[in-house]
C-alpha cells in the first residue's frame, strides 16, 4: 500500500532531461571565453600576445572535438559545421566582433540541442554569494574582486579582477557560473562543484555585480518598477544568460547599467516579475479559449481554460494567498465559473463576460504581486500561517494515534508512528531537493498530489474515527483489550499506522514546501525563516499541551473526542481532495453561488465538494449510529 500511495505522490518526479550536461557545459566555457577574451589576442588583424592567440586556437579546436564527442542528435552536424568555422576564422585572425558573434551563436544553438540548467530555480540570496565570495574567492580575487588577493600573486595567468568593466560587459553570470562549477584548467581556478547548485548561483551573481557601483542601484530599481516592458522581456533566465554588453545594445548604455547594477544584486525582483508573467499567460490561454468556444470546439476550450488556471494562476497561487487571499480565492471562484459555464455549453456571452471578470481580477493580482509590494512582514505573517495551518491537520492526527498506542499500553508500536511523520519531513526534504535542482513540479502534479493524498487520508479517517467510537464505552474498551488488541496490533498494523502518519505529514509538508519556494523566491529570507521558527514553536506548545491533557482524559472520553475529531478532519481532507482533483480537471465543477467558502475547513462552493462532505457525514453518522446499538445489544 506504502509503495502505491508513494507512486502517486510523486508523480512530478522524474530522471533528468540528460545525463550528457557536462560535456556540453564544458564547450559552452570555451566558447565563452574564446568571445571573452580574443580581443586581448588579436587587434586589426595582428597578434598582439602570443600566449592569448595560441589559448583561442588551442580552444577552438578543443570545442570542435568534443562537439564530435556529443551524443547523437538531428542539431550534431550543423553544430560541427559551425565549430570548424569558428577555428578557421581564429585561424585567419578576423575581427573580434566576428569571433565573439560566431562563438556565442554557436554556444546558443549548443544549448538549445543539449540543454543544462540555464538559471537557478529560485531567486538567490546575495547575502550569502558575498560570504561565500570572502571565505572561498577573496584569497586570489581580493576583497572587493579587485584581482589582487594575498594569494594573487605569481599567478599565470593573474586572478580575474571582477571589478573590470570592460571584462565585466561581455561576461554573464551564467558564465560565471559555469566557470565556478567547472573551474579553468591551466589556471588557478578551481572547480567548486562541492557547493549547491543555489549557493553557486549565489556567488555568481555576487561576482557579477562587483563592476557595477551601488550608487546606480536606486536608478536601476526606478527604471526596472516603472518599464513593464522591461519586467515582460526579462526573466531570470534571460537576466542569467545575457551579457550586459547585450543588454545595452537594446536599451542603451546608462540604462544597462543602471539595471545590472540593480538586478545583479536583487533578483528576486526579477522573480517577482515571472510571477506576474504567469498572468499574462493566463491571459492568452483564456483568448484561446474564448476563440475556440466560439468555433464551437468545446473540448479544446475546456483544455485550454485548465491550462490558464494551471500553467497560468497556479504558479503564483502562493505568493498571492501570502498577499491577498481573498483575491486568490475571487480569482478560484471565477475560473471555475468560467469553466462550469464551457462545459454546461452556454452562450458565447456569456462565457466571453467570465473571462472579462477575471481579466479585471488578474489586473488587481498583478497589483498584488508587484515587487514593491513584498515587505518582511508581509513575508514573515505569510510563512508563519502558512505553516501553523497544514501544521496543525498533521499534528492533530499524528497526536492521537500517540496517546492511543499509549493508553493502550503498546509504546512498541509507536516507532511506527514516528518513523512514518519523520520519514514524511524526509520526503519532503527531497521532494524540495528536487523541485529545486531536477525538475519542475507542475501545477496539475500538484494538484495531483493534494487531490489523492487528501481522498486517501480521508478515508482512512473514516474507518478510523468510526473504530474509536465504537471503543468510546469502557466496556467495549476491555473486551477489545481482552481478546482482539494483542492480535491486532501486529507487525502488519503496525506498518498500516506508519503509512498512514506518512501519507497524513507528507501531504501538508508538500504543500507548505511549495508554498514556501514561492515566498521565499520574493526575497526577505530571514523574515520568512523567522515566520517558520514561530509557527514551529506555536505547534510545538499545542502537541505538547494535546499529549500532556489527553494522558489524564479517561479511556472513554479520549476515544469520545478522539473520533469526533478524526471524523471532523476526514470531513476537511475529503473537500480538500475533491477541490484539488477539481482544479487539476480530474472531477466536474458546478458552482453553487452563494455557498460559504472556507478553505480551512475544505469547504468550497461546488455541488461536488460539497456532496462529497455530505456523503462523508452520512457515512459517519451511519457508523457511528451502529456502534451505538452495538453497545446497546451487548449491554442488554
Known amino acids: 500500500m506504502l509503495f502505491t500511495f508513494l507512486m502517486v505522490a510523486f508523480p512530478c518526479l522524474s530522471a533528468p532531461a540528460s545525463a550528457q550536461t557536462a560535456p556540453a557545459q564544458t564547450i559552452w566555457r570555451l566558447l565563452d571565453y574564446i568571445a571573452v577574451d580574443y580581443p586581448e589576442a588579436v587587434e586589426n588583424g595582428k597578434v598582439v600576445n602570443q600566449a592569448e592567440f595560441d589559448e583561442m586556437v588551442e580552444f577552438s579546436s578543443t570545442a570542435s572535438k568534443l562537439i564530435g564527442e556529443l551524443p547523437a542528435s538531428s542539431a550534431k552536424a550543423e553544430l560541427s559545421r559551425q565549430a570548424a568555422r569558428l577555428e578557421r576564422i581564429v585561424a585567419f585572425k578576423l575581427p573580434a566582433p566576428a569571433i565573439a558573434m560566431a562563438a556565442r551563436g554557436l554556444a546558443a544553438d549548443l544549448i538549445k540541442s543539449y540543454p543544462v540548467p540555464l538559471a537557478p530555480t529560485l531567486a538567490p540570496d546575495l547575502a550569502r554569494g558575498k560570504a561565500l565570495f570572502a571565505e572561498q574567492c577573496a584569497s586570489c580575487h581580493g576583497t572587493i574582486g579587485k584581482g589582487d588577493g594575498p594569494q594573487a600573486a605569481g599567478l599565470d595567468p593573474p586572478a580575474i579582477a571582477f571589478t573590470d568593466e570592460v571584462r565585466a560587459r561581455e561576461r554573464s553570470i551564467f558564465a560565471l557560473y559555469q566557470v565556478i562549477e567547472q573551474g579553468l584548467d591551466g589556471t588557478g581556478m578551481a572547480s567548486f562543484a562541492n557547493l549547491p547548485p ?71 525582483a526579477v522573480a517577482a516579475a515571472q510571477a506576474t508573467g504567469t498572468l499574462t499567460l493566463a491571459r492568452a490561454k483564456l483568448d484561446e479559449a474564448l476563440a475556440a468556444y466560439g468555433r464551437g470546439e468545446r473540448k479544446a476550450a475546456t483544455d485550454l481554460a485548465l491550462s490558464a488556471y494551471l500553467d497560468g494562476f497556479e504558479p503564483v497561487e502562493a505568493v498571492l494567498s501570502a498577499r491577498d487571499n481573498a483575491l486568490m480565492i475571487r480569482i478560484e471562484g471565477a475560473m471555475a465559473d468560467l469553466r462550469a459555464a464551457i462545459a454546461r455549453g452556454e452562450p458565447v456571452d456569456t462565457v466571453r463576460g467570465h473571462a472579462a471578470t477575471l481579466d479585471d481580477l488578474f489586473e488587481d493580482a498583478e497589483g498584488a504581486l508587484a515587487p514593491g509590494e513584498a515587505s518582511a512582514t508581509s513575508s514573515f505573517v505569510a510563512a508563519f500561517t502558512i505553516l501553523v495551518r497544514e501544521g496543525l491537520e498533521a499534528i492533530l492526527i499524528v497526536i492521537a494515534m500517540i496517546t492511543f498506542l499509549a493508553k493502550a499500553d503498546r509504546r512498541d508500536v509507536l516507532p511506527y508512528v514516528h518513523g512514518g511523520w519523520i520519514a514524511a519531513l524526509f520526503a519532503g526534504a527531497g521532494t524540495w531537493a528536487a523541485a529545486t535542482w531536477l525538475i519542475t513540479i507542475s501545477g496539475a502534479s500538484r494538484e495531483l ?51 498512514l502518519a506518512f501519507i497524513v505529514v507528507y501531504r501538508e509538508v508538500f504543500e507548505t514546501i511549495l508554498f514556501y519556494a514561492a515566498i521565499w523566491s520574493q ?26 491533557h489527553s494522558r489524564t482524559l479517561p479511556i472513554g472520553k479520549f476515544f469520545a473526542y478522539s473520533s469526533a475529531l478524526i471524523a471532523v478532519l476526514a470531513v476537511v481532507l475529503i473537500g480538500k481532495g475533491t477541490g484539488a482533483l477539481q482544479e487539476a480537471g480530474y472531477l466536474p465543477i458546478t458552482p453553487w453561488p452563494g455557498f460559504p467558502r472556507s478553505d480551512l475547513l475544505g469547504i468550497y462552493s461546488t455541488r461536488e465538494t460539497i456532496l462529497a462532505q455530505f456523503a462523508m457525514l452520512v457515512l459517519l453518522a451511519l457508523g457511528f449510529l451502529w456502534n451505538r446499538r452495538a453497545a446497546q445489544a451487548s449491554a442488554a
Not at 536606486?218 to 545575457?242: H, I, P, Q, Y
Not at 498530489?449 to 467495549?476: C, P, Q, R
Open 449 to 499: 498530489t493534494e487531490g489523492f493524498g487528501g481522498v486517501f487520508a480521508a478515508l482512512v479517517l473514516l474507518w478510523v474515527g468510526i473504530w474509536m467510537h465504537g471503543k468510546s464505552n469502557a466496556d467495549a474498551w476491555q473486551r477489545y483489550i481482552r481478546d482482539k488488541l494483542g492480535r491486532a496490533l501486529n507487525r502488519r498494523s503496525a506498518w498500516f499506522l506508519f503509512a
Open 523 to 548: 526575497g526577505n529570507g530571514g523574515a520568512v525563516v523567522a515566520g517558520a521558527f514561530a509557527a514551529i514553536a506555536v505547534l510545538a506548545v499545542i502537541a505538547f499541551v494535546m499529549l500532556r
Open 198 to 268: 543555489q549557493d553557486r548561483w549565489a556567488l555568481a551573481f555576487y561576482a557579477g555585480s562587483l563592476a557595477y557601483p551601488e550608487e546606480l542601484v536606486a536608478s536601476g530599481k526606478a527604471l526596472w518598477n516603472s518599464d513593464a516592458d522591461l519586467r515582460t522581456r526579462l526573466d531570470l533566465e534571460k537576466l542569467v544568460g545575457t551579457t550586459p554588453a547585450a543588454l545595452a545594445a537594446e536599451i542603451g548604455e546608462d540604462k544597462a547599467q543602471a539595471l545590472m547594477s540593480y538586478l545583479r544584486r536583487h533578483p528576486e
